[in-house]
């Protein structure tokens, strides 16, 4: 499995970026694909995940109802569209890919944790905020 990120950025408050994730490899019909971001200092955080048929998602409290995640309907490119954007929304972000289907990972394994259980991870991409 491959995850190829791109889209990050530098924008003001309030504007947006959308982030890409290009997935290939998968050989199994049940898995999850997210993003987390990290500041330094921090642990990562979990900011987004969508189900394999891209029907479930996930959202941190901290950006309902101003992040969106979707897949394009070929299944390969899962996106993260973040509107309203903030300055603590400043980040590198990671796309991930978990080999389980996204109900059993939301359902067994605490949040804080899924980041210990990826399979895979993408490359980084720089989110810059500014005030």
């Known amino acids: 499995v491959q995850l190829q990120a791109s889209g990050g950025g530098l924008v003001q408050a309030g504007g947006s970026l959308r982030l890409s994730c290009a997935a290939s490899g998968f050989t199994s019909v049940y898995y999850a694909i997210g993003w987390f971001r990290q500041v330094p200092g921090k642990e990562r955080e979990a900011v987004s995940l969508i189900s394999s048929e891209g029907s479930s998602q996930y959202y941190v409290d901290a950006v309902k109802g101003r992040f969106t995640i979707s897949r394009d309907n070929a299944g390969n490119t899962v996106y993260l569209q973040m509107n309203s954007l903030k300055p603590e929304d400043t980040a590198v972000y990671y796309c991930?890919?978990?080999?389980?289907?996204?109900?059993?990972?939301?359902?067994?394994?605490?949040?804080?944790?899924?980041?210990?259980?990826?399979?895979?991870w993408g490359q980084g991409t720089q989110v810059t905020v500014s005030s």
């Open positions: 991930a890919a978990w080999l389980r289907s996204f109900n059993i990972l939301i359902a067994t394994i605490p949040a804080e944790e899924w980041a210990t259980h990826v399979d895979y």
